[in-house]
Nanobody, 115 residues
Framework: QVQLVESGGGLVQPGESLRLSCAASGSRGTFAASAVGWYRQPPGKQRDFVAR???????YVADSLKARFTISRDNTKNTLYLQMNSLTPEDTAVYYC???????WGQGTLVTVSS
């Protein structure tokens, strides 16, 4: 059974950076063969697309985040990453990773940007 576990969230000050990770366990090759992505859900709001990366490494990032966020993956470690720079309070949200082929979500990791 495939599980996704996000990590790397926390409390940071505006302008700082964070790197989130999403580790897939039990994937048996499905992670490397699938597009995977990040979504986020701010408090009291809907879950929104952040970024995705295909099995071949092609990336898509939400237009409003392209200048600050970078998505990457390491298939040898079955791990997805999200590098977030110049964070603002508007980036405060629970960040979820998504395994597209399996329709699977992680439990989320909370990012709080506050001074």
């Amino acid at each position: 059974q495939v599980q996704l576990v996000e990590s790397g969230g926390g409390l940071v000050q505006p302008g700082e950076s964070l790197r989130l990770s999403c580790a897939a366990s039990g994937s048996r090759g499905t992670f490397a063969a699938s597009a995977v992505g990040w979504y986020r859900q701010p408090p009291g709001k809907q879950r929104d697309f952040v970024a995705r990366i295909t099995w071949s490494g092609r990336t898509y990032v939400a237009d409003s985040l392209k200048a600050r966020f970078t998505i990457s993956r390491d298939n040898t470690k079955n791990t997805l990453y999200l590098q977030m720079n110049s964070l603002t309070p508007e980036d405060t949200a629970v960040y979820y990773c998504n395994h597209e082929s399996l329709g699977l979500w992680g439990q989320g990791t909370l990012v709080t940007v506050s001074s």
